[in-house]
Protein backbone atom coordinates (compact mmCIF):
# COMPACT_ATOMS: atom_id res chain seq x y z
CA UNK A 1 0.00 0.00 0.00
CA UNK A 2 2.78 2.50 1.00
CA UNK A 3 4.40 1.21 -1.70
CA UNK A 4 1.82 2.01 -3.97
CA UNK A 5 0.88 6.12 -2.94
CA UNK A 6 5.21 6.78 -3.28
CA UNK A 7 4.91 5.40 -7.16
CA UNK A 8 1.68 7.49 -7.70
CA UNK A 9 3.63 10.56 -5.82
CA UNK A 10 6.29 9.92 -7.88
CA UNK A 11 4.24 9.70 -11.15
CA UNK A 12 2.43 12.82 -10.67
CA UNK A 13 5.63 14.37 -9.39
CA UNK A 14 7.27 13.76 -13.27
CA UNK A 15 4.14 14.59 -14.45
CA UNK A 16 4.34 17.90 -13.06
CA UNK A 17 7.84 18.39 -13.89
CA UNK A 18 7.05 17.74 -17.61
CA UNK A 19 3.82 20.35 -17.15
CA UNK A 20 6.10 23.17 -15.97
CA UNK A 21 8.88 22.80 -18.85
CA UNK A 22 6.12 23.08 -21.49
CA UNK A 23 3.92 25.84 -19.80
CA UNK A 24 7.85 27.90 -19.40
CA UNK A 25 8.07 28.16 -22.74
CA UNK A 26 4.57 29.41 -23.07
CA UNK A 27 5.39 31.86 -20.44
CA UNK A 28 8.37 33.16 -21.68
CA UNK A 29 6.72 34.16 -25.41
CA UNK A 30 3.91 35.74 -23.80
CA UNK A 31 6.36 37.82 -21.27
CA UNK A 32 8.61 39.02 -24.02
CA UNK A 33 4.78 39.96 -25.86
CA UNK A 34 3.90 41.50 -22.92
CA UNK A 35 7.21 43.28 -22.48
CA UNK A 36 6.84 44.91 -26.00
CA UNK A 37 3.58 45.77 -25.68
CA UNK A 38 3.83 47.89 -22.55
CA UNK A 39 7.62 48.97 -23.37
CA UNK A 40 6.02 50.47 -26.71
CA UNK A 41 2.69 52.05 -25.26
CA UNK A 42 4.22 55.27 -24.26
CA UNK A 43 5.61 56.00 -27.47
CA UNK A 44 2.41 56.80 -28.57
CA UNK A 45 1.34 59.61 -26.24
CA UNK A 46 3.95 61.37 -28.42
CA UNK A 47 3.34 59.64 -31.98
CA UNK A 48 0.46 59.13 -33.94
CA UNK A 49 0.07 55.48 -34.66
CA UNK A 50 -1.02 56.03 -38.59
CA UNK A 51 1.87 58.71 -38.94
CA UNK A 52 4.03 55.80 -37.32
CA UNK A 53 3.10 53.28 -39.93
CA UNK A 54 2.80 55.11 -42.68
CA UNK A 55 5.33 58.18 -42.65
CA UNK A 56 8.15 57.09 -44.19
CA UNK A 57 10.97 59.51 -42.52
CA UNK A 58 13.08 58.27 -39.66
CA UNK A 59 14.78 60.67 -37.95
CA UNK A 60 14.35 60.86 -34.01
CA UNK A 61 17.61 62.97 -33.48
CA UNK A 62 16.79 65.49 -36.08
CA UNK A 63 17.94 69.28 -34.98
CA UNK A 64 15.27 70.38 -36.85
CA UNK A 65 12.42 68.12 -36.66
CA UNK A 66 11.89 64.78 -34.58
CA UNK A 67 10.65 62.31 -37.26
CA UNK A 68 9.23 58.58 -36.33
CA UNK A 69 7.63 56.72 -39.60
CA UNK A 70 9.10 53.39 -39.78
CA UNK A 71 7.29 52.70 -43.30
CA UNK A 72 10.55 52.57 -45.34
CA UNK A 73 12.27 50.21 -43.10
CA UNK A 74 9.21 47.39 -43.17
CA UNK A 75 9.65 47.72 -46.89
CA UNK A 76 13.29 47.80 -46.62
CA UNK A 77 12.98 44.40 -44.53
CA UNK A 78 10.53 43.05 -47.05
CA UNK A 79 12.89 43.68 -50.19
CA UNK A 80 15.95 42.13 -48.61
CA UNK A 81 13.44 39.04 -47.61
CA UNK A 82 12.11 38.77 -50.34
CA UNK A 83 15.37 38.83 -52.52
CA UNK A 84 16.97 36.15 -50.21
CA UNK A 85 13.90 33.31 -51.13
CA UNK A 86 13.82 34.42 -54.74
CA UNK A 87 17.26 33.09 -54.90
CA UNK A 88 17.48 30.46 -51.69
CA UNK A 89 14.24 28.66 -52.78
CA UNK A 90 15.03 27.44 -56.26
CA UNK A 91 18.65 26.76 -54.91
CA UNK A 92 17.50 25.17 -51.64
CA UNK A 93 15.13 22.89 -53.59
CA UNK A 94 17.54 22.06 -56.50
CA UNK A 95 20.14 21.33 -54.10
CA UNK A 96 17.92 19.22 -52.01
CA UNK A 97 16.29 17.27 -54.78
CA UNK A 98 20.11 16.32 -56.11
CA UNK A 99 21.00 14.90 -52.77
CA UNK A 100 17.86 13.02 -52.28
CA UNK A 101 17.32 12.07 -55.75
CA UNK A 102 20.07 12.19 -57.57
CA UNK A 103 23.92 12.20 -55.78
CA UNK A 104 25.30 9.50 -55.49
CA UNK A 105 25.19 8.09 -51.86
CA UNK A 106 28.82 9.00 -51.08
CA UNK A 107 28.35 12.66 -52.39
CA UNK A 108 25.68 13.10 -50.21
CA UNK A 109 27.22 11.45 -47.11
CA UNK A 110 30.07 14.35 -47.60
CA UNK A 111 27.75 17.10 -49.30
CA UNK A 112 25.10 16.99 -46.36
CA UNK A 113 27.41 17.77 -43.66
CA UNK A 114 28.93 20.34 -45.31
CA UNK A 115 26.05 22.11 -45.73
CA UNK A 116 24.74 22.12 -42.35
CA UNK A 117 28.31 23.42 -41.48
CA UNK A 118 27.12 26.44 -43.37
CA UNK A 119 24.61 27.11 -40.44
CA UNK A 120 27.23 27.46 -38.19
CA UNK A 121 28.88 30.19 -39.62
CA UNK A 122 28.66 33.64 -37.46
CA UNK A 123 26.68 36.54 -39.22
CA UNK A 124 29.58 38.97 -38.83
CA UNK A 125 31.99 37.16 -40.74
CA UNK A 126 29.39 36.55 -43.41
CA UNK A 127 28.60 40.29 -43.37
CA UNK A 128 32.29 40.62 -43.70
CA UNK A 129 32.14 37.97 -46.96
CA UNK A 130 29.43 41.05 -47.88
CA UNK A 131 31.66 43.51 -47.44
CA UNK A 132 34.86 42.68 -49.08
CA UNK A 133 33.65 40.25 -51.69
CA UNK A 134 30.04 40.37 -53.05
CA UNK A 135 30.11 44.55 -52.80
CA UNK A 136 32.68 45.30 -55.50
CA UNK A 137 30.99 42.06 -57.50
CA UNK A 138 27.55 44.10 -57.31
CA UNK A 139 29.14 46.90 -58.17
CA UNK A 140 30.64 45.56 -61.18
CA UNK A 141 28.02 43.44 -62.23
CA UNK A 142 25.31 46.63 -62.21
CA UNK A 143 27.53 49.12 -63.01
CA UNK A 144 27.18 51.31 -59.58
CA UNK A 145 29.38 52.75 -58.08
CA UNK A 146 29.27 50.82 -54.18
CA UNK A 147 27.69 47.56 -53.34
CA UNK A 148 26.54 48.29 -50.49
CA UNK A 149 22.45 47.67 -51.36
CA UNK A 150 19.31 45.39 -51.07
CA UNK A 151 20.91 43.14 -53.86
CA UNK A 152 23.69 42.66 -51.36
CA UNK A 153 21.71 41.90 -48.36
CA UNK A 154 19.34 39.65 -50.21
CA UNK A 155 22.32 37.46 -51.45
CA UNK A 156 23.79 36.89 -47.81
CA UNK A 157 20.71 36.25 -46.37
CA UNK A 158 20.00 34.04 -49.14
CA UNK A 159 23.07 32.10 -47.99
CA UNK A 160 22.42 32.13 -44.20
CA UNK A 161 18.54 30.42 -45.44
CA UNK A 162 20.04 27.72 -47.57
CA UNK A 163 21.07 25.54 -44.91
CA UNK A 164 18.07 25.17 -43.33
CA UNK A 165 15.95 24.95 -46.71
CA UNK A 166 18.18 22.10 -48.13
CA UNK A 167 18.56 20.53 -44.98
CA UNK A 168 14.45 20.26 -44.22
CA UNK A 169 13.50 19.79 -48.14
CA UNK A 170 16.17 16.69 -48.09
CA UNK A 171 14.93 15.33 -44.94
CA UNK A 172 11.19 15.49 -46.30
CA UNK A 173 12.11 14.08 -49.57
CA UNK A 174 13.76 11.09 -47.79
CA UNK A 175 10.74 11.00 -46.00
CA UNK A 176 8.55 10.30 -49.03
CA UNK A 177 7.51 6.44 -49.32
CA UNK A 178 9.39 4.51 -51.61
CA UNK A 179 6.64 3.06 -53.20
CA UNK A 180 5.39 6.07 -54.40
CA UNK A 181 8.58 6.79 -56.44
CA UNK A 182 8.12 2.88 -57.31
CA UNK A 183 4.83 3.33 -58.78
CA UNK A 184 5.36 6.15 -60.90
CA UNK A 185 8.42 4.84 -62.53
CA UNK A 186 6.67 1.58 -62.95
CA UNK A 187 4.37 3.33 -65.08
CA UNK A 188 6.69 4.53 -67.25
CA UNK A 189 7.41 8.04 -65.80
CA UNK A 190 11.12 8.96 -66.12
CA UNK A 191 13.43 10.01 -63.34
CA UNK A 192 12.69 13.55 -63.81
CA UNK A 193 8.88 13.30 -64.39
CA UNK A 194 9.12 11.45 -61.49
CA UNK A 195 10.82 13.78 -59.19
CA UNK A 196 8.78 16.97 -60.64
CA UNK A 197 5.43 15.35 -59.92
CA UNK A 198 5.36 12.96 -57.72
CA UNK A 199 7.98 13.33 -54.88
CA UNK A 200 8.58 16.70 -54.59
CA UNK A 201 4.64 17.47 -54.42
CA UNK A 202 4.33 14.71 -51.61
CA UNK A 203 7.04 16.37 -49.39
CA UNK A 204 5.70 19.67 -50.32
CA UNK A 205 4.51 20.61 -47.03
CA UNK A 206 7.90 19.64 -45.65
CA UNK A 207 9.56 21.86 -48.02
CA UNK A 208 7.08 24.94 -47.50
CA UNK A 209 7.65 24.82 -43.58
CA UNK A 210 11.49 25.33 -44.92
CA UNK A 211 11.02 27.67 -46.95
CA UNK A 212 9.29 29.56 -43.83
CA UNK A 213 11.70 29.12 -41.31
CA UNK A 214 13.98 30.48 -43.82
CA UNK A 215 11.86 33.86 -44.26
CA UNK A 216 11.93 33.92 -40.63
CA UNK A 217 16.03 34.02 -40.08
CA UNK A 218 15.95 36.34 -43.29
CA UNK A 219 13.36 38.73 -41.28
CA UNK A 220 14.79 39.02 -37.94
CA UNK A 221 18.78 38.93 -39.49
CA UNK A 222 20.36 41.68 -37.99
CA UNK A 223 23.84 41.90 -38.15
CA UNK A 224 24.69 40.85 -41.49
CA UNK A 225 22.16 43.53 -43.22
CA UNK A 226 23.73 45.28 -40.56
CA UNK A 227 27.17 45.62 -42.05
CA UNK A 228 26.44 45.60 -46.20
CA UNK A 229 23.62 47.36 -46.59
CA UNK A 230 24.79 51.28 -46.21
CA UNK A 231 21.64 51.67 -43.49
CA UNK A 232 20.65 54.85 -45.16
CA UNK A 233 17.17 55.64 -43.90
CA UNK A 234 15.58 56.89 -47.11
CA UNK A 235 12.73 55.01 -49.04
CA UNK A 236 13.95 52.48 -51.30
CA UNK A 237 13.78 53.20 -55.20
CA UNK A 238 14.87 49.64 -56.05
CA UNK A 239 17.04 46.94 -55.20
CA UNK A 240 20.11 49.07 -55.97
CA UNK A 241 19.91 51.70 -53.21
CA UNK A 242 20.88 51.57 -49.88
CA UNK A 243 18.22 50.81 -47.32
CA UNK A 244 17.69 50.09 -43.47
CA UNK A 245 15.28 47.38 -42.06
CA UNK A 246 13.85 47.30 -39.09
CA UNK A 247 16.06 44.88 -36.98
CA UNK A 248 19.81 46.94 -38.00
CA UNK A 249 17.69 50.65 -36.86
CA UNK A 250 16.88 48.58 -33.39
CA UNK A 251 20.32 47.38 -32.67
CA UNK A 252 22.22 51.05 -34.75
CA UNK A 253 20.09 53.48 -32.18
CA UNK A 254 19.26 51.30 -28.85
CA UNK A 255 22.78 51.28 -27.48
CA UNK A 256 23.03 55.37 -27.80
CA UNK A 257 19.27 56.30 -26.80
CA UNK A 258 18.78 58.29 -23.91
CA UNK A 259 16.66 55.69 -21.94
CA UNK A 260 12.63 56.12 -20.88
CA UNK A 261 12.23 58.21 -23.99
CA UNK A 262 9.80 58.71 -26.83
CA UNK A 263 12.79 57.40 -29.19
CA UNK A 264 13.47 54.76 -26.74
CA UNK A 265 9.67 54.05 -26.76
CA UNK A 266 9.56 53.99 -30.43
CA UNK A 267 12.38 51.38 -30.98
CA UNK A 268 10.25 48.80 -28.83
CA UNK A 269 7.11 49.94 -30.73
CA UNK A 270 9.52 48.76 -33.76
CA UNK A 271 10.24 45.60 -31.87
CA UNK A 272 6.82 44.82 -31.69
CA UNK A 273 5.75 45.01 -35.24
CA UNK A 274 8.87 42.99 -35.71
CA UNK A 275 7.41 40.71 -33.53
CA UNK A 276 3.77 40.53 -34.78
CA UNK A 277 5.63 39.87 -38.30
CA UNK A 278 7.10 37.23 -37.31
CA UNK A 279 4.01 35.68 -35.60
CA UNK A 280 2.00 36.11 -38.84
CA UNK A 281 4.55 34.33 -41.01
CA UNK A 282 4.66 31.64 -38.52
CA UNK A 283 1.16 31.40 -38.19
CA UNK A 284 0.32 31.65 -41.91
CA UNK A 285 3.30 28.33 -42.41
CA UNK A 286 1.14 26.29 -39.59
CA UNK A 287 -1.97 26.71 -41.50
CA UNK A 288 -0.45 25.80 -44.33
CA UNK A 289 1.18 22.82 -43.08
CA UNK A 290 -2.30 21.77 -42.00
CA UNK A 291 -3.97 22.05 -44.89
CA UNK A 292 -1.72 19.62 -46.94
CA UNK A 293 -1.39 17.47 -43.99
CA UNK A 294 -5.21 17.19 -44.27
CA UNK A 295 -4.78 16.32 -47.73
CA UNK A 296 -2.42 13.45 -48.16
CA UNK A 297 -4.76 12.08 -45.86
CA UNK B 1 43.27 8.18 3.37
CA UNK B 2 43.20 9.26 -0.63
CA UNK B 3 39.82 10.79 -0.23
CA UNK B 4 41.78 13.04 2.17
CA UNK B 5 44.45 14.50 0.60
CA UNK B 6 41.88 15.17 -2.61
CA UNK B 7 39.66 17.28 0.09
CA UNK B 8 42.91 18.81 1.72
CA UNK B 9 43.89 19.78 -2.49
CA UNK B 10 40.48 20.87 -3.03
CA UNK B 11 40.45 23.37 -0.43
CA UNK B 12 43.99 24.67 -1.09
CA UNK B 13 43.63 25.25 -4.72
CA UNK B 14 40.20 26.90 -3.25
CA UNK B 15 42.33 28.92 -1.28
CA UNK B 16 43.99 30.34 -3.76
CA UNK B 17 41.81 31.09 -5.99
CA UNK B 18 40.21 33.14 -3.09
CA UNK B 19 42.97 35.41 -2.24
CA UNK B 20 43.80 35.71 -5.91
CA UNK B 21 40.60 37.19 -6.92
CA UNK B 22 40.90 39.68 -4.04
CA UNK B 23 44.10 40.68 -5.11
CA UNK B 24 42.86 41.83 -8.67
CA UNK B 25 39.99 43.37 -7.33
CA UNK B 26 42.22 45.65 -4.91
CA UNK B 27 43.91 46.80 -8.07
CA UNK B 28 41.69 49.36 -9.81
CA UNK B 29 40.79 49.21 -13.15
CA UNK B 30 40.75 52.03 -15.16
CA UNK B 31 37.46 52.50 -17.30
CA UNK B 32 37.80 54.49 -20.65
CA UNK B 33 35.04 54.68 -23.03
CA UNK B 34 33.55 56.67 -25.75
CA UNK B 35 34.26 58.07 -29.08
CA UNK B 36 35.20 55.70 -31.58
CA UNK B 37 37.68 58.43 -33.27
CA UNK B 38 39.52 58.65 -29.77
CA UNK B 39 39.35 54.84 -29.09
CA UNK B 40 42.56 54.28 -31.13
CA UNK B 41 44.81 57.48 -29.67
CA UNK B 42 43.75 56.81 -26.09
CA UNK B 43 44.61 52.86 -26.21
CA UNK B 44 47.87 53.89 -27.44
CA UNK B 45 48.08 56.37 -24.87
CA UNK B 46 47.27 54.06 -21.93
CA UNK B 47 49.90 51.38 -23.53
CA UNK B 48 52.14 53.96 -23.01
CA UNK B 49 51.02 54.87 -19.52
CA UNK B 50 50.60 51.13 -18.50
CA UNK B 51 54.42 50.50 -19.18
CA UNK B 52 55.67 52.77 -17.45
CA UNK B 53 53.02 51.98 -13.89
CA UNK B 54 52.30 48.53 -14.67
CA UNK B 55 49.99 48.67 -11.27
CA UNK B 56 47.65 50.50 -12.93
CA UNK B 57 45.46 48.65 -15.94
CA UNK B 58 43.60 50.41 -17.98
CA UNK B 59 40.68 49.23 -20.61
CA UNK B 60 39.50 51.48 -23.50
CA UNK B 61 36.57 50.72 -25.21
CA UNK B 62 34.90 52.27 -28.20
CA UNK B 63 31.14 52.66 -29.06
CA UNK B 64 30.76 56.35 -29.79
CA UNK B 65 30.59 59.73 -27.78
CA UNK B 66 26.90 59.47 -26.89
CA UNK B 67 27.85 55.61 -25.77
CA UNK B 68 30.73 56.71 -23.33
CA UNK B 69 28.81 59.62 -22.10
CA UNK B 70 26.17 57.66 -20.39
CA UNK B 71 28.23 55.15 -19.17
CA UNK B 72 29.86 57.60 -17.17
CA UNK B 73 26.57 58.95 -16.14
CA UNK B 74 25.54 55.60 -15.10
CA UNK B 75 28.56 55.19 -13.22
CA UNK B 76 30.03 52.30 -15.10
CA UNK B 77 33.22 54.21 -16.43
CA UNK B 78 35.84 56.30 -15.15
CA UNK B 79 36.43 58.50 -18.23
CA UNK B 80 34.25 59.06 -21.11
CA UNK B 81 36.20 59.98 -24.35
CA UNK B 82 34.08 62.40 -26.16
CA UNK B 83 34.78 64.42 -29.64
CA UNK B 84 31.38 66.69 -29.33
CA UNK B 85 30.34 68.62 -26.08
CA UNK B 86 27.64 67.27 -24.01
CA UNK B 87 24.37 67.75 -24.95
CA UNK B 88 21.79 69.59 -22.50
CA UNK B 89 19.97 66.57 -22.13
CA UNK B 90 22.82 64.64 -20.68
CA UNK B 91 24.16 67.37 -18.51
CA UNK B 92 20.63 67.11 -16.62
CA UNK B 93 20.55 63.55 -16.44
CA UNK B 94 23.63 63.43 -15.04
CA UNK B 95 22.80 66.11 -12.31
CA UNK B 96 19.82 63.86 -11.55
CA UNK B 97 21.91 61.16 -11.01
CA UNK B 98 24.76 62.87 -8.62
CA UNK B 99 27.28 63.10 -12.11
CA UNK B 100 29.72 66.07 -12.23
CA UNK B 101 31.10 65.76 -15.38
CA UNK B 102 34.99 67.87 -15.90
CA UNK B 103 36.12 67.82 -19.15
CA UNK B 104 39.46 67.89 -20.66
CA UNK B 105 41.17 68.43 -24.00
CA UNK B 106 43.04 65.83 -25.05
CA UNK B 107 43.83 66.55 -28.62
CA UNK B 108 42.62 68.18 -31.24
CA UNK B 109 41.14 66.78 -34.34
CA UNK B 110 41.15 67.90 -38.10
CA UNK B 111 37.40 66.37 -39.68
CA UNK B 112 38.62 65.53 -43.13
CA UNK B 113 36.49 64.63 -46.27
CA UNK B 114 37.77 62.32 -48.37
CA UNK B 115 36.67 61.38 -51.85
CA UNK B 116 38.15 58.47 -54.13
CA UNK B 117 41.32 59.08 -55.68
CA UNK B 118 40.02 58.93 -59.32
CA UNK B 119 37.63 62.28 -58.01
CA UNK B 120 38.63 65.64 -60.36
CA UNK B 121 37.39 67.73 -57.33
CA UNK B 122 40.04 68.86 -55.33
CA UNK B 123 38.56 71.91 -53.25
CA UNK B 124 35.00 72.32 -51.82
CA UNK B 125 33.98 75.33 -49.79
CA UNK B 126 32.02 74.81 -46.72
CA UNK B 127 28.66 75.39 -47.70
CA UNK B 128 29.06 73.28 -50.70
CA UNK B 129 30.05 70.46 -48.41
CA UNK B 130 26.99 71.38 -47.01
CA UNK B 131 24.51 71.52 -49.34
CA UNK B 132 26.06 67.94 -50.88
CA UNK B 133 25.47 66.39 -47.09
CA UNK B 134 21.95 67.87 -47.26
CA UNK B 135 21.08 66.36 -50.52
CA UNK B 136 20.92 69.87 -52.16
CA UNK B 137 23.87 68.90 -54.60
CA UNK B 138 23.06 65.49 -55.61
CA UNK B 139 25.73 65.67 -59.14
CA UNK B 140 29.64 66.09 -59.27
CA UNK B 141 29.38 68.09 -62.15
CA UNK B 142 27.44 70.62 -59.94
CA UNK B 143 30.66 71.49 -57.96
CA UNK B 144 32.91 70.91 -61.21
CA UNK B 145 33.64 67.13 -61.29
CA UNK B 146 32.55 64.48 -63.49
CA UNK B 147 28.90 63.79 -64.09
CA UNK B 148 28.35 61.10 -61.19
CA UNK B 149 25.62 60.65 -58.99
CA UNK B 150 27.23 61.66 -55.36
CA UNK B 151 27.44 58.71 -52.75
CA UNK B 152 27.38 60.15 -49.22
CA UNK B 153 29.18 57.78 -46.70
CA UNK B 154 28.42 59.15 -43.00
CA UNK B 155 28.49 57.76 -39.49
CA UNK B 156 24.97 56.44 -37.21
CA UNK B 157 23.48 58.68 -35.30
CA UNK B 158 25.45 57.72 -31.83
CA UNK B 159 28.95 58.85 -33.32
CA UNK B 160 30.32 62.37 -32.22
CA UNK B 161 31.53 62.97 -35.58
CA UNK B 162 28.25 62.69 -36.88
CA UNK B 163 26.94 65.20 -34.54
CA UNK B 164 30.10 67.54 -34.92
CA UNK B 165 29.69 67.75 -39.03
CA UNK B 166 25.92 68.21 -38.29
CA UNK B 167 26.89 71.23 -35.91
CA UNK B 168 29.24 72.81 -38.06
CA UNK B 169 29.17 71.66 -41.77
CA UNK B 170 25.07 71.14 -42.33
CA UNK B 171 24.08 74.02 -40.18
CA UNK B 172 21.78 72.20 -37.71
CA UNK B 173 19.85 70.96 -40.84
CA UNK B 174 18.85 67.29 -41.50
CA UNK B 175 21.56 64.61 -43.36
CA UNK B 176 20.07 63.71 -46.45
CA UNK B 177 18.51 60.18 -45.89
CA UNK B 178 20.42 58.20 -49.15
CA UNK B 179 23.61 58.84 -46.83
CA UNK B 180 24.78 55.07 -46.30
CA UNK B 181 25.04 55.39 -42.38
CA UNK B 182 28.61 53.36 -41.67
CA UNK B 183 29.83 51.59 -38.31
CA UNK B 184 33.00 53.38 -37.80
CA UNK B 185 36.14 55.78 -39.36
CA UNK B 186 37.22 52.30 -40.97
CA UNK B 187 34.48 51.44 -42.80
CA UNK B 188 34.14 54.85 -44.28
CA UNK B 189 37.56 54.58 -45.53
CA UNK B 190 36.96 51.60 -47.55
CA UNK B 191 33.53 52.68 -48.53
CA UNK B 192 35.37 55.56 -50.33
CA UNK B 193 37.85 53.79 -51.43
CA UNK B 194 36.09 51.46 -53.16
CA UNK B 195 33.53 53.67 -54.36
CA UNK B 196 34.00 56.09 -57.65
CA UNK B 197 31.52 58.64 -56.67
CA UNK B 198 31.87 58.69 -52.99
CA UNK B 199 32.28 61.26 -50.45
CA UNK B 200 32.96 60.77 -46.86
CA UNK B 201 34.62 62.83 -43.19
CA UNK B 202 36.43 60.70 -40.74
CA UNK B 203 38.61 61.87 -38.17
CA UNK B 204 42.18 62.90 -39.57
CA UNK B 205 44.26 60.04 -38.21
CA UNK B 206 42.26 57.23 -39.89
CA UNK B 207 43.32 58.79 -43.59
CA UNK B 208 47.14 57.32 -42.82
CA UNK B 209 48.54 54.21 -44.29
CA UNK B 210 49.58 52.86 -40.91
CA UNK B 211 52.71 51.27 -42.28
CA UNK B 212 54.02 53.88 -44.55
CA UNK B 213 52.52 57.04 -42.54
CA UNK B 214 50.79 58.04 -45.98
CA UNK B 215 47.71 58.62 -47.04
CA UNK B 216 45.61 55.65 -48.30
CA UNK B 217 46.53 54.87 -51.25
CA UNK B 218 42.98 55.49 -53.58
CA UNK B 219 42.11 57.75 -50.89
CA UNK B 220 42.21 62.26 -51.62
CA UNK B 221 41.77 64.74 -48.68
CA UNK B 222 39.67 67.49 -49.66
CA UNK B 223 41.09 71.17 -49.22
CA UNK B 224 37.97 73.03 -47.52
CA UNK B 225 37.48 76.47 -47.57
CA UNK B 226 35.64 78.48 -45.33
CA UNK B 227 33.58 80.54 -47.79
CA UNK B 228 33.78 80.68 -51.50
CA UNK B 229 36.14 83.67 -51.83
CA UNK B 230 38.61 82.44 -49.04
CA UNK B 231 41.70 80.17 -49.52
CA UNK B 232 40.81 76.29 -49.49
CA UNK B 233 42.77 74.62 -46.62
CA UNK B 234 44.04 70.99 -46.03
CA UNK B 235 43.62 69.14 -42.81
CA UNK B 236 46.90 67.34 -43.09
CA UNK B 237 48.13 71.36 -43.54
CA UNK B 238 49.61 71.40 -39.57
CA UNK B 239 50.45 74.85 -39.71
CA UNK B 240 46.78 75.59 -41.14
CA UNK B 241 45.33 73.77 -38.50
CA UNK B 242 47.17 75.36 -35.84
CA UNK B 243 46.87 79.03 -36.98
CA UNK B 244 42.92 77.90 -37.34
CA UNK B 245 42.56 78.29 -40.53
CA UNK B 246 41.08 74.91 -41.65
CA UNK B 247 37.45 75.33 -40.89
CA UNK B 248 36.59 71.74 -39.80
CA UNK B 249 38.76 71.28 -36.58
CA UNK B 250 37.70 70.39 -33.29
CA UNK B 251 38.35 69.55 -29.58
CA UNK B 252 38.58 65.85 -28.64
CA UNK B 253 37.42 65.89 -25.04
CA UNK B 254 37.62 63.02 -21.57
CA UNK B 255 35.63 63.69 -19.18
CA UNK B 256 35.69 62.37 -15.40
CA UNK B 257 32.87 62.73 -12.47
CA UNK B 258 34.07 65.15 -10.55
CA UNK B 259 37.92 66.66 -9.50
CA UNK B 260 39.63 63.44 -10.59
CA UNK B 261 42.26 62.08 -8.39
CA UNK B 262 44.84 59.15 -7.71
CA UNK B 263 45.40 57.05 -11.13
CA UNK B 264 42.65 58.41 -13.00
CA UNK B 265 44.22 62.12 -12.46
CA UNK B 266 48.17 60.86 -13.16
CA UNK B 267 46.55 59.07 -16.72
CA UNK B 268 45.16 62.50 -17.72
CA UNK B 269 48.17 64.57 -16.37
CA UNK B 270 50.57 62.35 -18.78
CA UNK B 271 48.10 62.43 -21.44
CA UNK B 272 48.27 66.09 -21.73
CA UNK B 273 51.81 66.82 -21.07
CA UNK B 274 54.56 66.64 -23.71
CA UNK B 275 55.10 62.48 -23.85
CA UNK B 276 51.37 62.08 -24.42
CA UNK B 277 51.08 64.91 -26.40
CA UNK B 278 54.10 63.70 -28.72
CA UNK B 279 52.42 60.68 -29.17
CA UNK B 280 49.07 62.25 -30.17
CA UNK B 281 51.13 63.72 -32.99
CA UNK B 282 52.40 60.41 -33.96
CA UNK B 283 49.17 58.99 -34.17
CA UNK B 284 47.94 62.07 -36.77
CA UNK B 285 45.91 64.20 -34.22
CA UNK B 286 46.79 68.02 -33.68
CA UNK B 287 48.55 68.60 -30.44
CA UNK B 288 46.64 71.12 -27.76
CA UNK B 289 46.93 75.07 -27.86
CA UNK B 290 47.57 77.38 -24.89
CA UNK B 291 43.47 77.83 -24.55
CA UNK B 292 43.26 74.40 -24.01
CA UNK B 293 45.88 73.88 -21.72
CA UNK B 294 44.53 76.82 -19.63
CA UNK B 295 41.02 75.36 -19.60
CA UNK B 296 42.40 72.12 -18.81
CA UNK B 297 44.05 73.43 -15.73
CA UNK B 298 40.79 75.52 -14.53
CA UNK B 299 38.86 71.86 -14.17
CA UNK B 300 41.78 70.54 -12.18
CA UNK B 301 40.66 72.66 -9.60
Excluded at chain 1, 97 to 126: N, Q, T
Excluded at chain 2, 60 to 79: E, F, M
Excluded at chain 2, 89 to 97: P, Q, R, S
Aim: contains cysteine; proline residues 4%; glycine residues 10%.
Amino acid sequence: MNRMSFARLKESAIKAFFFTNGILAVLVLIGIFCLLLFTSVPAFREINIKEFLIDKNWNPTSPVKEEYGILSMIVSTFMVTLGALIIAVPLGIGVAAYLSDVAHWKVREIAKPIVEVLAGIPSVVIGFLGIVLFGPIIAGIFGVSHGLNAVNGSILLAIMALPTIISISEDSLNAVPRAYAEASLALGASRWQTLIRVRIPAALSGILASMMLGMGRAIGETMTVLMVTGNAPAFPKGFLSSIRTMTANIAIELGEVPYYTTHYYALFAIGLVLFIITFLVNLASDIILHKYQEREQ
Amino acid sequence: MNFKKLLLVVLVSFGLVFAGSCSIAKQKMIQVKGSDTLVNLVQILAEAYMEKNPKTPIAVLGGGSGTGIAALINGTCDIADHSRPWKEKEINLAKENDVEPRRFIIAVDGVSVIVNESNSVGDLSMDQVGAIYRGQIKNWKEVGGPDKPISLYGRQSNSGTYVFFQEHVLGKKNYSPDMKRMNGNAQIVEGVIQDKASIGYVGVGYVYDTKSGEVRKGLKVLKIANDANSPAYSPLDKAAVDAGKYPVARPLFQSTNGKPNGAILDFIKFETGPEGQNIVEREGFFTIGSSHITENKKNLK
